[in-house]
């Protein structure tokens, strides 16, 4: 099995808004497992609150409010997502892939899992599942078929890990 290097933290996240970091470097590695990432990875994620990732979402794309989730990746994939010719790109300090970076609102996350009837945990492996597709190419702005194929990958790898689709 392939060992990806996933860095998790909160940062000016009050204990309401916490996040279960082992369980989002669960299923970024399932994710990329799933997906067929076949060389070590590196993945960032920041667990922040509504004011930092609408401070994010403001510099980095011109939008001034909170949002769930930011994804940012180092190279672009065309979907279905991970490309086999990455294995060039590798860092060779570290002899990983700097696949991207992810962003969370733990007060957005509490506050969907409210909202839609789920548990904090199924809306923190959804936006982690969500945000490690965008990462590998995966995008869902309109109803083409690479929305449907987002959502089927989603619906898959929740599946996977035991959660409610």
Same mark, same amino acid.
């Given at each position: 099995m392939i060992k990806h290097k996933i860095y998790a933290r909160h940062s000016g996240v009050k204990d309401t808004g916490k996040?279960?970091?082992?369980?989002?470097?669960?299923?970024?590695?399932?994710?990329? #497992?799933?997906?067929?990432?076949?060389?070590p990875c590196e993945v960032s994620v920041l667990i922040t609150d509504d004011k930092g990732i609408r401070r994010i979402?403001?510099?980095? #794309?011109?939008?001034d409010r909170p949002t769930d989730v930011l994804s940012f990746?180092?190279?672009?994939?065309?979907?279905?997502?991970?490309?086999?010719?990455?294995?060039?790109?590798?860092?060779?300090?570290?002899?990983l892939f700097p696949l991207g970076e992810i962003v969370l609102?733990?007060?957005?996350?509490?506050?969907?899992? #409210?909202?839609?009837?789920w548990t904090g945990e199924r809306e923190t492996a959804y936006l982690?599942?969500?945000?490690?597709l965008h990462l590998l190419g995966y995008d869902h702005?309109?109803?083409?078929?690479?929305?449907k194929l987002m959502r089927t990958r989603e619906d898959l790898l929740m599946r996977e890990m035991d959660f409610i689709v």
């Open positions: 996040l279960s970091i082992p369980l989002i470097k669960h299923c970024v590695q399932t994710a990329l #497992r799933y997906e067929g990432v076949d060389i979402n403001g510099e980095f #794309r011109g939008i990746p180092m190279r672009e994939f065309r979907p279905p997502g991970w490309s086999p010719g990455a294995a060039g790109e590798i860092d060779p300090e570290t002899g609102s733990g007060e957005r996350v509490h506050m969907q899992a #409210r909202e839609y009837g982690t599942v969500h945000s490690v702005i309109d109803e083409s078929a690479g929305k």
